[in-house]
């Protein structure tokens, strides 16, 4: 039996140092002033869950631990000796002292499954139990309940096909506000992730001496069709499930402003930025000026390659929790489907020139990379047209959008991998000069 006084004052005292170790820590980049344990639940004789607050300079976060004595660190998440008590919980709808273990109504769990660990997550940890079950545990917790168990279950009420379906959850109350712990989905085992399937596709290409995109084996254009016609049923759930309404000047003023305001912040830390900054000052003005009656809505929040998986049945969209930087109040804020188009195109953009990065100029290579991404943009939106309308339509807007995405990224890249800066730049090159 774990004593919790005597873990309580462990964890104090070590996780300073552990912490910054852990590869779903959030906050690896600042000095970590204080730990303190704010509850300890006894899940097992030998299993305990915990939450932490995280003091660092200029924020507190909270997060959560499920900690084993037998296991290796703190990380119990990682025995599969242990884990599928989690699961079991979740089958039983359990509550263990203010925690509570629910699984979805009419839903029945197979249970003695080990859970694996899925080993490329950062911010989350997943556990795979056998084929039939992905528990994603949220490590930093944020009060309110968690958006993407929301997004799903509101999703799963109007019979989106496009979405694994949420099967439970383990949530808990902090001060009185809900917080949820974890999400229990249906698991694909046959899925693979559009960046995936893009990066091969792309690979195809540029392995080509002569060919064109269309004419290569790995052409990925039928996929970015199927892809836009996925997102905009999405959004045509989502508008069913929670409504929408049209955007007021106040609402697009506030666009706007936030879209000047990132770049304001941007241009501090990356110089290289400024020589676009009268050009993306006036396409964000210029998409005032434009827009007109735009509807809004809930939408997916942080839309890329990253965030689809393509099954045999087709596609699916994942991890509706919204841009990880954003706060929870601007990840709930209605806003145009626009921006999950503009996020998806810019991904495309990526995929095209990963291959290049680090490598000597190329004009026939960059040029076989963007004749990939004009050819699967054009197709996501012609499969995107097939269900709303098309986003060519208002293209001041979505160029304002895509614009404000490549700013975020020129942000992230210097950031964290700087080599990979000029990938957006190139971008804000291109579209602040006329080109697509």
Known sequence: ??????????????????????RWFGGKDRAINAVRPLRTTQLSDDMVHVIVDVEQPGRTEEYQLIISEHSDGYDATADPDRNGLLLEKIAAGERVDGITFAHEQGVELRTSLRGRPIGVEQS???????????????????????????????????????????????????????????????????????WDMAKTSVRDLMAEADLHADEVGGDFAGEAQRLGHAVAKVHADLAEALGTRMADDDAITHAIVGMQQRLDTVLEAVPELGRYEEALRATFEDARRHIGAIPIQHIHGDLHLGQVLRTVHGWLLIDFEGEPAATVKARNALKSPLRDVAGMLRSFDYAARQLLIGQPDDDQLAYRAMEWTKRNRAAFCDGYAEVAADPRDNAHLLRAFELDKAVYEVAYEHANRPEWLTVPLSSIARMTSGGD
């Open 1 to 22: 039996m774990i004593d919790p006084d005597e873990l309580a004052d462990k964890l104090v005292t070590t996780l300073p140092d552990v912490l910054p170790t852990l």
């Open 124 to 194: 989350n940890t997943s556990l795979i139990y056998g084929q039939q079950y992905i528990l994603k545990i949220f490590r930093k917790l944020a009060r309110g309940e968690n958006r993407d168990l929301v997004m799903h279950r509101a999703l799963r009420s109007v019979g989106c096909e496009h979405i694994a379906l949420p099967l439970g959850s383990i949530s808990t109350e902090l001060d009185g506000e809900p917080v949820t712990l974890a999400m229990l989905q249906e698991f694909l085992p046959d899925a693979v992730e559009g």
